[in-house]
């Protein structure tokens, strides 16, 4: 599967963005998807993860209560919607693909879309 990260770009701290991550081939509903950020310097992280039916999340404990992960699988599409943003989140967003559920090490995921970035001022 390939998939195409959008929807990054400059917010004010407390504002909100959505990510999404389109997915090519008919067997998108096969894949658990998750997201990653990676700030400057640092290294990939788990944000959150979804299953395949779109009926089980998960997040990391930075982000819960504030990112949503969400899945329309008749639109091969998954997405991050993010509130209340802090200068914190500010990073480069990955969405990654798995037949598997429950992974939160980029090392699991064996698909990945090119990253977009979440830039978030103070």
């Known amino acids: 599967v390939q998939l195409q990260a959008s929807g990054g770009g400059l917010v004010q701290a407390g504002g909100s963005l959505r990510l999404s991550c389109a997915a090519s081939?008919?067997?998108?509903?096969?894949?658990?998807m998750g997201w990653f950020r990676q700030a400057p310097g640092k290294e990939r992280e788990f944000v959150a993860a979804?299953?395949?039916?779109?009926?089980?999340?998960d997040y990391a404990d930075s982000v819960k209560g504030r990112f949503t992960i969400s899945r329309d699988n008749a639109k091969n599409t998954v997405y991050l919607q993010m509130n209340s943003l802090k200068p914190e989140d500010t990073a480069v967003y990955y969405c990654?693909?798995?037949?598997?559920?429950?992974?939160?090490?980029?090392?699991?995921?064996?698909?990945w879309g090119q990253g977009t970035l979440v830039t978030v001022s103070s």
């Open positions: 979804i299953n395949h039916g779109g009926t089980i999340t």
């Open positions: 081939g008919r067997t998108f509903r096969s894949y658990a």
């Open positions: 990654a693909g798995d037949s598997r559920f429950g992974l939160v090490a980029p090392g699991d995921y064996d698909y």
